[in-house]
């Protein structure tokens, strides 16, 4: 008589080869992925940038000293060029606007729309011609805490000679740095830049945003009650002896925003989040 249970044997269930459960691999057992870049990229990027700034401090000390009487020097011919400009109505030389010549201390090459700007600094001290744009660049360049690779080329354009006779000159390719910084941040400041017309290709870089067209606007709006002078500047850049790549020369300095902001680790939105999280006054009402 059978019984009501099966003499069967029973299969026991196995899991599948990908069902099986495989041993842990602690992290120390694994291969190393640490490879040649991830250990040595920060430490090569640092070194070789303090070995660049080393360079560029011992070429600073060797001409700062011998060079020191002429602190300032651009910012007042620039001034000087206003002032031409008040008493006499052209800031340009005569003989400089009727054929070539070679530089003298009076020579004034801005376009005359940069007159109104330059004059500010007859009544502002002059301490903030080196102030504003460099403070400005540096908080710009810190906030986007710029990733290593850019370290190194940072630290060229700060080793630059012609970095610092812009800083001991008060050249105002300094304002032209700190314009292309804002404007990667925020774009209309980059307008700004056609006030010097030698590296006005800079100032596209804020194009992409409308508040730039309309400041730009006012550039060119700005610049057509100086008439005639418009024709008076472009004879004296043409009898000029300045060199075809004349901005093109400071482009390695001037650039260190746009280096910083390629490389940026950090948005200039996320700092102000940032900003606003951590101070109340700027924060909106709750």
């Known amino acids: 008589m ?4 099966s003499h069967w044997p029973t299969r026991t ?19 190393s992925t640490i490879g040649f870049r991830d250990r040595w990229y920060r430490p090569l990027a640092l070194g070789l940038a303090l070995l660049t700034l080393a360079v560029g401090a011992a070429l600073l000390a060797a001409f700062w000293p011998a060079n020191a009487i002429h602190v300032g020097d651009d910012l007042d011919h620039y001034l000087d060029g206003v002032r031409r ?7 340009y030389l005569p003989q ?10 009076e020579t004034f090459l801005h376009p005359p729309v940069a007159i109104p700007f330059l004059a500010l600094w007859l009544v502002l001290p002059a301490v903030l011609w080196w102030a504003i744009p460099l403070g400005f660049t540096a908080i710009l360049v810190i906030a986007w805490r710029p ?5 190194p080329l940072i630290a060229f354009g700060l080793a630059q000679p012609q970095l610092h006779q812009a ?8 304002w032209v740095m700190a314009g292309l910084g804002l404007g990667l941040a925020y774009g209309w400041p980059a307008a700004l830049i056609l006030l010097k017309p030698s590296l006005g290709i800079l100032a596209l870089v804020g194009a992409p945003r409308h508040a730039w067209w309309l400041v730009a606007g006012v550039v060119v709006l700005a610049s057509i009650p100086f008439g005639t002078l418009w ?9 000029s002896p300045a060199e075809a ?7 390695p300095w001037v650039a260190i925003p746009l280096i910083a902001w390629a490389g940026r680790t950090r948005s200039t939105a996320a700092l102000y989040r940032s900003a606003r999280s951590t101070d109340p006054t700027l924060a909106g009402p709750s």
């Open 13 to 31: 269930a196995v899991p599948s080869d990908g069902a099986r459960r495989r041993p842990a691999i602690r992290v120390r057992d694994r291969p």
């Open 147 to 151: 990733a290593p690779w850019t370290w």
């Open 231 to 239: 024709g008076a500047w472009v004879r004296v850049v043409l009898n």
């Open 167 to 174: 800083l001991l000159w008060g050249n105002s390719n300094l």
């Open 245 to 251: 790549d004349y901005g093109l020369r400071n482009l």
């Open 2 to 5: 059978l019984g009501t249970g």
């Open 96 to 105: 400089e606007v009727a054929g070539p010549f070679d530089y003298e201390v």
């Open 85 to 91: 400009w008040w008493l006499t109505g052209s800031p």
